[in-house]
């Protein structure tokens, strides 16, 4: 069941934190890993899953969001809680053919408030990608 939400994702403060990596597997493998269990679990943590556009997602640790754009292969957009208590964030996740055969896969995260520790959601995702590589 697709429930709609009127979720507003915070006004862009700063610079926003983009992570990338090169995942040895072809395009079409890390996206069927990132709609797997699996794989939406080692980039939202336990419990979370991707879907479609207006889809909610929460993971065991409390963060938790909203799909808010889905293009099936290339590009999934999600609003991202720390917490309960967190505003809404935007996080933008790009897939590409690199040119080894591979996939780019570019994480920006965006809308962060003025006091966001920008060095420790940089290691979030750096952590998040790597784990979906090894996945």
């Known amino acids: 069941m697709t429930t709609q939400s009127s979720e507003a994702v915070g006004e862009a403060v700063g610079t926003p934190v983009e992570v990338s990596r090169v995942v040895s597997q072809p395009l079409d493998d890390v996206w069927a890993a990132l709609m797997a269990p699996r794989g939406a679990e080692a980039l939202l943590g336990e419990g979370g899953a991707l879907g479609g556009k207006g889809e909610h997602w929460r993971a065991s640790d409390g963060s938790h969001g909203v799909a808010r754009s889905f293009h099936p292969l290339e590009q999934i957009r999600f609003?991202?809680?720390?917490?309960?208590?967190?505003?809404?964030?935007?996080?933008?996740?790009?897939?590409?053919?690199?040119?080894?055969?591979?996939?780019?896969?570019?994480?920006?995260?965006?809308?962060?408030?003025?006091?966001?520790?920008?060095?420790?959601?940089?290691?979030?995702?750096?952590?998040?990608?790597?784990?979906?590589?090894?996945g």
């Open 79 to 134: 609003s991202w809680h720390a917490d309960e208590d967190a505003p809404a964030t935007l996080v933008d996740l790009h897939l590409a053919q690199a040119d080894d055969g591979g996939t780019l896969v570019t994480l920006v995260h965006d809308h962060l408030p003025a006091d966001a520790d920008r060095d420790a959601l940089r290691q979030h995702w750096e952590d998040a990608l790597g784990r979906l590589a090894a």
